[in-house]
Nanobody
Framework: VQLVESGGGLVQPGGSLRLSCAAS????????MSWYRQAPGKERELVAT????????NYADSVKGRFTISRDNDKKTVYLQMNSLKPEDTAVYYC????????WGQGTQVTVSS
């Protein structure tokens, strides 16, 4: 089982990034997918969730209207489009798959700074 995140990096405030999480080794289409993040000295927090078929999404209040989660079950990939980024969005972002089991990626660093 693998979840491999990519797309992180350094971006200026107000900028955009698109994170990707490529899955393998499990039945991706059966799993609810989520993005979490963890900033230094803080607990890991849920950012966004999408149901297995992609019909329902939920977001943390802090990212509503700025972030969009989506998935492509044919490509076994989940995305997080992040717009209007703020310095407080700086964190390591983790991909999570949850159904019969709970799988995590290794994380990708997002830094928002001028």
């Amino acid at each position: 089982v693998q979840l491999v995140e990519s797309g992180g990096g350094l971006v200026q405030p107000g900028g955009s990034l698109r994170l990707s999480c490529a899955a393998s080794g499990f039945t991706f289409g059966s799993y609810r997918m989520s993005w979490y993040r963890q900033a230094p000295g803080k607990e890991r927090e849920l950012v966004a969730t999408i149901t297995s078929a992609g019909g329902i999404t939920n977001y943390a209040d802090s990212v509503k209207g700025r972030f969009t989660i989506s998935r492509d079950n044919d490509k076994k990939t989940v995305y997080l489009q992040m717009n209007s980024l703020k310095p407080e969005d700086t964190a390591v972002y983790y991909c999570n798959a949850r159904y019969s089991y709970d799988y995590w990626g290794q994380g990708t660093q997002v830094t928002v700074s001028s």
